[in-house]
């Protein structure tokens, strides 16, 4: 089995740029992925993994066994503690590290059930909003997430790190707001925005048949091509001071009271 104890290893310097650059990553179509049960995941949901790096003074080398009956033809290398230390995030970590190919994230490449749930959300930036999005995402179940003009990549270890392997366990894809409309409704799809704007409250409305939630950030809300294009905008009543909440803590209210509505029953096909 090859063995890398250098920092200055060509292929070490490269999986540190990957960690890094959203360029490296698009240009090379990889990613990486730490941890035991993030690997674990990914490989139950399709992504296909070109390399497994483990360091001894940290991992279990007999836990290899269970990504070795993958079958997939996956190299394997031993690595330093100093090496692993460059090229880990977590401070309390396990050892283990994959080099993954990235999915598509094509709106066509979704498999919906015939009444699909979906969430929307436009254009979140920080990486443990969306990684806290598709925990609940993955929670509820839902046929798919859709981030609309994203700002971040998808794949950076901060969104791979905060979702806890739930990146793998959904459908994601992304799309213009534009895109993402006519998708929809050409899929017969009836989207609900949350919005200050001309809205009714959220438990009015009927979840039960195919629908989407749609979000925006915090600060700025969805924009108004959403507002002026949904079946229905929809508030959360608040009653303190304030006027918003987290875009997480918001998508989760609004995926659980549809999920409420039908009765908690699961209609996703992954």
Partial sequence: MKQITSLQNPFI???????????????????????????????????????????????????????????????FIEISKEVYQKLAYRDTTEGILAVAK????????????????????????????????????????????????????????????????????????????????????????????????NSTPYHTQDFTKPSALVVGTEDAGLTEEWRNAATQNIIIPMEGEIDSMNVSVAAAILIFEAKRQRNFVSTSLL
């Fill in 102 to 197: 990235i999915k598509s994230l094509l709106l066509s490449d979704l498999k919906l059930s015939e009444n699909p749930l979906i969430l929307v959300a436009e254009s979140p930036e920080k990486p443990g909003n969306i990684g806290a999005i598709l925990r609940t995402a993955d929670a509820a179940n839902l046929d798919a997430v859709i981030i609309a003009n994203p700002k971040t990549d998808l794949y950076n270890p901060n969104i791979v790190r905060s979702s806890v392997g739930c990146l793998f366990t959904r459908q994601i894809a992304t799309g213009t707001t534009s895109e993402i409309i006519a998708f929809l409704k050409e899929k017969n799809i009836d989207f609900y925005c949350a919005t200050l704007q």
């Fill in 13 to 75: 310097k490269s999986l540190v740029l990957l960690q890094e650059k959203a360029k490296t990553r698009k240009q090379t179509g990889t990613f990486l992925i730490e941890g035991q049960r993030e690997i674990e995941l990914a490989i139950k949901s399709g992504y296909e993994i070109d390399t497994i790096l483990f360091c001894i003074d940290f991992y279990d080398e007999s836990k290899n066994r269970k990504i070795e009956k993958s079958n997939q033809d996956i190299n």
